[in-house]
Each structure stands twice: as structure tokens, then as C-alpha cells.
């Protein structure tokens, strides 16, 4: 019995579908493309398909796709069963019908999970989703051109960088992150529109100053080493694989307070393959296979029961205190408002 109740818990028992010939069944399943795909196949897909002989379609790609094709399939025979997603898409996705809400009792490792990052996977009172890893957007800077570390986010406007700052627009993660963090971090909050135009007067500080406008992980990397780009907004877990690769690279979590940069999976609405894609979260949220994904990425794990390397530790911010402090993203507000902010975003950078 021990035996059986422990494979039942690692998803090794009843694949669901229906039908005991695993061998017959798969699932699809979205993954980030690049390195980060390809950790996520080692630590997640391989000992799923090992364990119990479904095969695992990946689909590589990025959010905006994703919720595209979901919302094509409008909740019928939609193309992933399992989708990877961030709030700004979550939250769309979950308030047009595409994703299913969870049933929590029967994931074996849910009261494992962060309940701060656990509340940023729920909408309307309803939880569809399980937090997989939550970084954080600080200041990623240049050690051989910066010799004191930035303390704060209004470092970033110090007249010693001008010419050399990176600045994501608001469509991308890290810009509407970092906009959020001038906003709280006078004060302010994002549903205040006193607040919003008090955050933009401070952008506009940077006009002249900006080299580059990275739109994607890639072109950030890009800028910051080949000196482009001395300082930027950008997450602690990208910054801190690119120092481990041995580049000149250091991060600071804001003394008034990083923002949260949560990935969570979700159900897709419509699938006939839940009993799986369940069974697929109970491995996606497992201890031993989550530790050496957020070891791996430098991005803090969901499943709090994990210890992590003494590199780690003493690098990545995380824990539910930690979360609790991070500034996040108001993406009720945010969401609608996005359009209307770049515009204004666009007035000041051309």
C-alpha cells in the first residue's frame, strides 16, 4: 500500500484518459524557448514520460502565442493541454474562459506551494494555477562600469549613466515591471492616475539617456554585454546565469522593493486529457524535480519544502517573506491600461 500511495502522489498511477495503456496516451505541453525549454524537458517532462509512459508533445514559444491560439480554439479542443503563463496573459486567459480552475485536493504536493505565490496563480476566487518559479525585476548592471552597485531604483537616473541605461517598453515583462516600481516606490499605486503621471515625469528623466530598448530576453542579454547598455531593469534569475557564464554582470534588489515575476502553469479549458494534465502538476510541483529547475534558472522554486544549494541561497531572495515584501503588478489595472501607457511611453522615447 505504501508503495502504491507513493506513485499515486509522483503521478505514476492511473494516467487518466480513460485507459490503462499509458503507452497510447499523450499530452501537450507549452515550455519557454531557449535554455529555459530545455531544463524544463530534464526536470519535468523526462521523469513524467520515465515514470508513467505518456508521451509529452513540448511546444516551445512565449505567451503572446499561446494566448493567441487559445483564444482562436474559444475553450473547444484547444491546442496545449498544459499551458506555461505570466499574470499579464493568466489573467485574460482566465477571465475569457480558456483556463480551468483547479482541484486543488487532488494535487498531492498543493499545501507544499507558496501561498503568496499560490494567490498570484488565482482570479475572481478561483485558483487555475500552480506558481512553478517567481523571480524578481531589480537593477542588472555592468560590474566592470559600475564600481558601487545601485542601492535603489532611482539610482538608474544617476547623470553618470546617461547614454548607457537599457529600457524595456511596457509590452514587455520587465518595462511594466520596473514602471510599477516607480509608481509604489513614491507612494503611489497604479490605479492612481496622479500617481501614473508622476511615474511618467520621472521616465521622462531618462529621454536622451537611453541606448537601447531590448523587447525580449535575448536582445537584453544582447546590449548589456556587448557595453551597449551599462544598467537596466531586468530579472534577478537572467542577470545571475549570465554572471555564472562569465560575464561582467551584477544585480541589486531594490532596497524599496523588487517586483514579483511569477511563471505558473495552467489547465487549458476544453481539454479531454485532465486526469493527465493533472498528473503532470503533481510532478511540475514536486520538490525533487522543482530544485533543479530553480537551481538551474536562479529563479525561486513554488514549492517551499525545498533546500536549496548554499550558492543559491546566498544569492536569490525568496521565501514567503520575501514574496510577501515584493512589490507586484496590479495586472487588473495594468492590463486595460497598457495601450494608452505605451502610447505615452512612445511620446517621450520617439
Sequence with gaps: MAIVLGLAACGGVDT?????????????????????????????????????????????????????????????TPPF????????????????GLLQPLQTDRLAHWKELDPVLAEKSAYDGKQYGVPLTTGSTGLMYRTDKIKNAPADWSDIF????????ALPPLTYNPGLEFFSALVTSQGGKLSDPAAVDKAFDQLAKLKGCVSSFPANAGNAAT???NGDAWIMPFWDGRAFAMAQAGSPIGYTYPKSGPVGALT????????????????????????????????????????????????????????????????????????????EWQQRWNQIFG
Design 16 to 76: 487518466g484518459g480513460g485507459s490503462t495503456d499509458a503507452a497510447k496516451q499523450e499530452i501537450t505541453v507549452t515550455a519557454f524557448a531557449g535554455a529555459w525549454g530545455e531544463l524544463f524537458k530534464k526536470s519535468f517532462v523526462e521523469p513524467f514520460q520515465r515514470d508513467t509512459g505518456v508521451k509529452v508533445n513540448l511546444v516551445y514559444g512565449a505567451n503572446a502565442e499561446w494566448l493567441t491560439k487559445l483564444r482562436a480554439a474559444g475553450g473547444k
Design 81 to 96: 493541454d498544459v499551458i506555461a503563463f505570466t499574470p499579464d496573459a493568466a489573467r485574460p486567459a482566465a477571465a475569457a
Design 158 to 165: 544617476d547623470k553618470q549613466y546617461c547614454g548607457h541605461v
Design 223 to 225: 546590449v548589456m554585454e
Design 264 to 339: 505558473s502553469y495552467f489547465v487549458a479549458a476544453g481539454t479531454t486529457k485532465s486526469d493527465l494534465a493533472t498528473k503532470f502538476l503533481d510532478y511540475l510541483t514536486a520538490a525533487p524535480n522543482q530544485k533543479p529547475f530553480a537551481e538551474g534558472t536562479w529563479y525561486a522554486a513554488g514549492n517551499d519544502t525545498i533546500t536549496y544549494s548554499k550558492e543559491f541561497d546566498q544569492r536569490v531572495q525568496h521565501g514567503p517573506e520575501v514574496f510577501r515584501k515584493f512589490t507586484w503588478v496590479d495586472y487588473a489595472v495594468a492590463t486595460p491600461k497598457l495601450n
